[in-house]
């Protein structure tokens, strides 16, 4: 049997019932047999927390379940979809329903419009969206269309944030403010990331200097208005303002990717809460409900450039499909007060009112596990996304996050888990609190946090 680097960490602790993962070890060696890595996304694998991966059988409302029958509080919530609970009996049954009446047609449906109709008239920015599989494909097809409206090929991307595993978004930056971006990884032609360059986010100069020094070439800047793949990064006051205000200087569209944002720091994502608007805006994640699913939204004049209308070219066997758009449906019923329903919030204002208290009782929590143990850390929080960053000052771009305490972030995970706290296996995302973590939840997460503060802190 391989060893599990967990193992030895869970069975020094305390706690009252230590997890039991003999299914889940040979299952890993298992899939490792005949899926590359084990897995089929990387951060599924739990190499940055040197662990090796819990494999789950169901989930339900804030908890999870693995195949050996423990059970955690989830604060992944599938990297974001699951801001209604898991298999939500509103979901669940929308789904099975469709399911009954078929899963595909390669053919318009009602639904389709329903959700595009709803994004629209979430999103001040969005006259028409184009439904497709995932938030890169969404990404994909906004960078195609910015170049397209512009007719220029570079755009500007902000380091540590991510836009999904396209060949043209796989960069980081290369050596100088402003210089040409190298490929973050092997198979990525340089042709391509020759087009790109990357700044540190929150620095509107370094933005300004990007554009001056490719002047008339930037098609778009493309940025996570809530940067949440290096764990939670606020935008710094007036930042995307002033990125809104560069782009329109030069006639560059403002590509805002709320694959994460969309629907979860507002109804209405980023643009709302901040009241700034992008050109072109990428969705995907909680649209989806969980079932696959992205969207690419924008004024008409934009959106209408895409195939059949307008020559960009852009499909999708799948896109618009029956179960995810069924799925899509239900869970913004569930965000914006129509579903009705024991436990389902009334009203859009009650949904993500409930959404920040709990996440900000969440935060109180892990701050006081903190302050009671002497372990500094610094919690980034935008509604009900967060990130407890080992770090004693501000965490504000990518090399901040780099800065922070990688180890101690390792240690803390393993303790969490071993109290039946699922948090992402990685000190570069963020935790998702959904409608179904109740008071309960955040005070045993909450006392999870202090144990394992203090015997961290010796
Ligand atoms: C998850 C994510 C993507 C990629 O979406 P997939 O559905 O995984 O392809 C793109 N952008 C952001 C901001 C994301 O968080």
């Given at each position: 049997?391989?060893?599990?680097?967990?193992?030895?960490?869970?069975?020094?602790?305390?706690?009252?019932?230590p997890?039991?993962?003999?299914?889940?070890?040979?299952?890993?060696?298992?899939a490792?047999?005949?899926i590359?890595?084990?897995?089929?996304?990387?951060?599924?694998?739990?190499?940055?927390?040197?662990?090796?991966?819990?494999?789950?059988a169901?989930?339900?409302g804030?908890?999870?379940?693995?195949?050996?029958?423990n059970?955690?509080?989830?604060?992944?919530?599938?990297?974001?979809?699951?801001?209604?609970?898991?298999?939500?009996?509103?979901?669940?049954?929308?789904?099975?329903?469709?399911?009954?009446?078929?899963?595909?047609?390669?053919?318009?449906?009602?639904?389709?419009?329903?959700?595009?109709?709803?994004?629209?008239a979430?999103?001040?920015?969005?006259?028409?969206?184009?439904?497709?599989?995932?938030?890169?494909?969404a990404?994909?097809?906004a960078?195609?269309?910015?170049?397209?409206?512009?007719?220029?090929?570079?755009?500007i991307?902000?380091?540590g944030?991510?836009h999904?595993?396209?060949?043209?978004?796989?960069?980081?930056a290369?050596?100088?403010?402003?210089?040409?971006?190298?490929?973050?990884?092997p198979?990525?032609?340089?042709?391509?990331?020759?087009?790109?360059v990357?700044?540190?986010?929150?620095d509107?100069?370094?933005?300004r200097?990007?554009?001056?020094?490719h002047k008339?070439?930037?098609a778009?800047v493309?940025?996570?208005?809530?940067?949440?793949?290096m764990?939670?990064?606020?935008?710094?006051?007036?930042?995307?303002?002033?990125?809104?205000?560069?782009?329109?200087?030069n006639s560059?569209?403002?590509?805002?990717?709320?694959?994460?944002s969309?629907?979860?720091?507002?109804?209405?994502?980023a643009?709302?809460?901040?009241?700034?608007?992008?050109?072109?805006?990428?969705?995907?994640?909680?649209?989806?409900?969980?079932?696959p699913?992205?969207?690419v939204?924008?004024?008409?004049?934009?959106?209408?450039?895409?195939?059949?209308?307008?020559?960009?070219?852009?499909?999708?066997?799948?896109?618009?499909?029956?179960?995810?758009?069924a799925?899509?449906?239900?869970?913004?019923d569930?965000l914006d007060g129509?579903?009705?329903?024991g436990?389902i919030?009334a009203?859009r204002?009650?949904?993500?009112?409930?959404?920040?208290?709990?996440?900000?009782?969440l935060e109180?929590g892990?701050?006081?596990?903190a302050?009671?143990?002497?372990?500094?850390?610094?919690?980034?929080?935008?509604?009900?996304?967060?990130?407890?960053?080992?770090?004693?000052?501000?965490?504000?771009?990518?090399?901040?996050?780099?800065?922070?305490?990688?180890?101690t972030?390792?240690?803390?995970?393993?303790?969490?888990l071993?109290?039946?706290i699922y948090?992402?296996?990685?000190?570069?995302?963020?935790?998702?609190?959904?409608?179904a973590?109740?008071r309960d939840?955040?005070?045993?997460?909450?006392?999870?946090?202090?144990e394992?503060?203090?015997?961290?802190?010796g």
């Amino acid at each position: 049997m391989p060893w599990n680097p967990l193992l030895p960490i869970i069975s020094s602790r305390t706690m009252k019932k230590p997890p039991d993962l003999t299914k889940s070890v040979p299952a890993y060696a298992r899939a490792r047999r005949f899926i590359a890595g084990g897995v089929n996304s990387p951060v599924r694998a739990f190499h940055s927390v040197g662990a090796d991966p819990v494999f789950i059988a169901s989930a339900c409302g804030s908890k999870l379940r693995d195949i050996d029958g423990n059970e955690y509080i989830d604060y992944v919530g599938s990297w974001g979809p699951m801001i209604a609970g898991h298999a939500h009996r509103h979901v669940v049954k929308a789904v099975s329903e469709q399911a009954a009446r078929g899963t595909s047609f390669g053919a318009p449906t009602l639904a389709e419009t329903a959700l595009a109709s709803r994004i629209a008239a979430a999103f001040r920015s969005i006259e028409k969206v184009r439904l497709v599989n995932s938030g890169t494909e969404a990404v994909m097809t906004a960078a195609r269309l910015a170049r397209a409206h512009t007719g220029r090929d570079m755009i500007i991307k902000t380091a540590g944030c991510y836009h999904g595993h396209s060949d043209f978004f796989l960069v980081s930056a290369g050596s100088g403010l402003a210089e040409n971006a190298i490929a973050s990884s092997p198979g990525v032609p340089k042709a391509i990331t020759s087009l790109a360059v990357v700044i540190p986010y929150n620095d509107i100069d370094a933005a300004r200097a990007a554009f001056s020094g490719h002047k008339g070439k930037i098609a778009a800047v493309i940025v996570e208005p809530v940067a949440a793949n290096m764990g939670v990064v606020p935008p710094v006051e007036g930042y995307l303002a002033a990125l809104r205000q560069l782009c329109d200087e030069n006639s560059s569209c403002l590509i805002f990717d709320e694959v994460i944002s969309g629907f979860r720091v507002a109804y209405g994502g980023a643009q709302e809460l901040f009241g700034v608007d992008a050109d072109i805006t990428c969705l995907g994640k909680i649209i989806g409900g969980g079932l696959p699913i992205g969207a690419v939204g924008a004024p008409a004049e934009i959106m209408d450039l895409l195939a059949p209308d307008g020559p960009v070219y852009q499909a999708g066997t799948l896109s618009g499909n029956p179960l995810a758009t069924a799925a899509a449906n239900a869970t913004l019923d569930i965000l914006d007060g129509t579903a009705v329903g024991g436990g389902i919030p009334a009203s859009r204002k009650d949904c993500y009112a409930r959404l920040d208290s709990t996440s900000a009782l969440l935060e109180k929590g892990l701050l006081d596990a903190a302050d009671s143990s002497g372990v500094t850390v610094t919690v980034n929080r935008v509604g009900s996304i967060m990130s407890c960053f080992f770090a004693t000052g501000p965490v504000r771009n990518f090399s901040d996050v780099q800065s922070t305490d990688i180890d101690t972030f390792k240690t803390f995970f393993a303790g969490m888990l071993a109290r039946g706290i699922y948090l992402a296996p990685s000190a570069y995302e963020a935790m998702f609190v959904s409608l179904a973590h109740s008071r309960d939840d955040v005070d045993k997460t909450a006392a999870a946090a202090a144990e394992t503060l203090r015997e961290i802190a010796g």
